[in-house]
C-alpha cells in the first residue's frame, strides 16, 4: 500500500517538465484538430509555423542567456534595427548579399555592445538592455524614420514566404532548425554548454574552476546580436516590409517562451528541448486563437498571461514539493518517536 | 604605502561633496542646457514655453515618484504606462456616462483602478516570487491588451469633458500650473516620508541589502506588497490626469512612456541595483530629460532621435552610478586601511 503510494509520488517528481511540456502539446493538437478542421492542413501548419519562426530564432541565444542567469530585453529592438538597415541600404542600391552581411555584422556589433558593457562595466543587464532596447529602437527610427520600403527582389521575397518543397515546413524555418540543432548540441554535448550550466548554477564556483565567466557571457550576447538580426532578415522577407517599428514586442513572446520552456529565472536549469517544444505551444495557442478570430489584443492578454503563468506554475510545483517533503519528514520523526 | 589620500580628499572635499550629490550636478546641467538652448533660439524661456516645460514634465515627474519607491528596492515596474491608459480611458468614460460627476469623485475611482491593478502585480511579485520583471512585463502587455479590447477604437474627446476638470492641466496659480502643483505637494510628501518615516527608510533597506533587511525584521514581502500598491496608485492619478492634460485620450494613452519613467528615475540618480538616491533627484532627472528633448525640438532636431538619446542617457546614467559605487568602494578600502 505505502510502497504503491510513494512510487506514484517518485513517479510525480521525477516528472521532467519537458513531458509536462509534451503533454500539453499533444493535448493543444488533439483539441486543436477536434475544435477546427483547418488545424491540421498543411497550409495552416506553413502558417502556424512561419508566425513564430522569429520569436523561435531569438529564443534560443536568449535562453543559453538565462540559464547564465542574465537577460536580453533588447532583442526585439535589434530585430527592428536589422530590418531598417536592410530596407534603407538596399534602397541605396547595395548589392543584396553585402546588405545581409551588414544587418548581420550590424546585429553582432549590437549583442557586442550589451555584452561589453554587462562584463566590462559590471552593469546589470536588465537594466542594460532597457536601455539598449530604446537606443537600438532609435537608431532604426533615425535610419528609416515612418517610411516603408517594400520593393524587394522576388527571389528573397520568395525566400521569405516559400515553402520546402513537397512539405508544409516554410523555408525560413529551416535556419531555425539547423540553429535549434546546434544549440541543442552546443549546449548538450559540449563543454561550452557545461560550462554555461555552471555559471547560472554557481558564478562563484565556475569562476574558480577557470572558466572566463565574461568571455563566454559577451559571445552569447554577440550571438543573441547576430541571429536577432537574421531574424529581422526574416521578417523584412517574410512580409516584404521594412519598417523601424518591425517586431515591436517580440521580446516578450520570446521571453515567455524561454521561460515556459523551463529554464529557471535563477538561472542554471533548462534545456533546449524544452525551448522547443514550447515555442511550438505558443505557436499552435495563437493559431488556434487566429483560426477563431479572436482579436489581436486578446493575443496579447494570452501571451502577458503565458508569460507570469510559466514562471508562476514551476514556483507552486516547487513549493508544493517541498511541503510534502516536510510533511513526510514530519511523519517519520512522529513514527521515529513511536517506536522509541 | 606612503599614499597620503586625506591630502588629496582634503583638497577636492567641497568639490566632491558637490558632485557626489546628484542634485546638484543635475540642476549644474539643467542649467546649461538652458543656457545654451537659450542663447540659440531666445524663445525658449518665454513664459508659453516654461508653461510647456511644466506641463510636459509633471505627469512624468508624478509617475517617477512611484517608480523611485520600487527601484530603491531593486524592484521594477514597467507596467506603469498600461495603467495609465486604462485609468485615462476610464476617467473619460466616467465623464460621459454620468454626466455632473463630480472630478474628486472620477479622480478617487481612477486612483484606486490603480491601487487594484498595482495590487494584482503586488500579489503576484511579493507572494507568487515572481520577479518584478517578469510580473510588470506581462501585466504591460496583459493590462493594455485589456484596454483595447475594452475601448474598442473609441476615442474619448475634449468635449465630452467638463472645462472645470480640463483646467487643471491648462489653468495655473501663481504662475505654476495646477498639474504641476499637484506633483510638487506629493514630491513634498514622498521627500519626507522617505526620508523621516520609518517606512521609507526600510524601502532604502531593502534595496542596500535584502538578507540585511529580513535579519532586521523588515517584513520584506510586504513592503514590497505596498510598494506596487502605491506605484499602481500613483499611476491611477496619473492616468485621471493625463485625461485633463490631454483631453483626448484613445487605446494608445501613454504607450512607452514607462521607458521615460524609468530612464528619468535612473538618470535622477536612483541607482538601479537599489538602496540609493531620492524622489528629488528624479524628479529633477525627468526634468533634465524634458529640457533635454525640448532642445532637440528647438535646434530641429527630428523626433525620430529621441528615443535613441533617451536610450543612451540611461545606459550613461548607469554606467555612472556604477563607476560612482566603485569609487566609493575604493574609498573606503583605502580608509579601512589606515585604521
Redesign the interface.
Known sequence: MSEGQSSTRRLVRRVSWETILALLLVLALVGGAVLNKDFLTAENWANLLANFTEIALMALPLSLIVITNE?DLSVASILGLSSSLLGALWQYKLAMPLVLVTCLVAGALCGWLNGF?IVR????S???T??????????A??IL??KAIADFPSEYAEFGIGVVPNTFIPTPFVLFIVLALIFWILLHHTTIGRRIYAIGGNPTAARFSGINLNRLKLLLYVASGLISALAGIVYTFRFSSSR?DNGT?FE?SA??AV?LGGVT?QGGKGTVTGVVLSLLLIGIINNMLTLADV?S?????V???L??VS??LP?LIAKTRESWRLMRRQREIARLGSAS | MTKQPENTAEGQGWLNALFRSRETSLVLLIAVLTAVTTTLNPRFLSPQSLKDLMLNVSIIALLVLGQTVIILMRQIDLSISSIVGITAFLSGTLFINHPGISGYVVIAIAVLTGLLLGAVNAALIAWGKIPALITTLGTLYIFRGANYAWVHGRQVNAVNVPGSFLAIGTSTVAGVPILTWIVLILLILFSIGLRQYRAGREYYAIGSNPNAAVLAGINVSRRIAIGFIISGAIAGLAGALWLARFGTVDATAAEGIELTVITSTVVGGVAITGGVGTVVGAVLGALLLSVFSSTLVFLRVPSFWQQAFQGAMLLVAIAADAYLAYRHALRSRVKWSHV
Not at chain 1, 130 to 139: K, S, V, Y
Not at chain 1, 297 to 301: C, D, K, S, V
Open positions: 537577460i558593457l562595466f559590471r552593469l546589470p536588465l537594466a542594460v532597457i536601455g539598449t532596447l530604446a537606443l537600438f529602437r532609435g537608431f527610427y533615425i524614420g515612418d523601424a514586442g516578450l521571453i515567455a521561460f529565472v482579436a489584443e486578446i493575443l496579447r492578454i501571451t502577458g498571461s508569460l507570469i514562471v508562476l514556483n
